[in-house]
Nanobody
Framework: QVQLVESGGGLVQPGGSLRLSCAAS????????MGWYRQSPGKQRELVAA???????NYADSVKGRFTISADNAKNTLYLQMNSLKPEDTAAYYC???????????WGRGTQVTVSS
């Protein structure tokens, strides 16, 4: 059983920055594709960014050049650095781990990001 705990959300003004963290229960990064998703009211959950052990990260077009996903294997922690935040980035952000063979998904409970002046 994989447990994921997000932190780092909050209220930020447009143009500001936040760094989200996702602490995983154990050394899972070599077996899972790790990703950040977001969901705002009335909308479907969407992929923001994802990274796998040996692959290049990929990003939604809406966040390219502004967000950076990274993983610290020693700390079993996934990060999402978010810069130049916009009001449309407002959403609940979820950490996801998908097993690379059986495609089983694990989710965190989410952390709220609100971009507003």
């Amino acid at each position: 059983q994989v447990q994921l705990v997000e932190s780092g959300g909050g209220l930020v003004q447009p143009g500001g920055s936040l760094r989200l963290s996702c602490a995983a229960s154990g050394s899972i990064f070599s077996l899972y594709v790790m990703g950040w998703y977001r969901q705002s009211p009335g909308k479907q959950r969407e992929l923001v960014a994802a990274i796998s052990g040996g692959g290049r990260p990929n990003y939604a077009d809406s966040v390219k050049g502004r967000f950076t996903i990274s993983a610290d294997n020693a700390k079993n922690t996934l990060y999402l650095q978010m810069n130049s935040l916009k009001p449309e980035d407002t959403a609940a952000y979820y950490c996801n781990a998908r097993h690379i063979v059986i495609n089983r998904d694990y989710w965190g409970r989410g952390t709220q990001v609100t971009v507003s002046s």
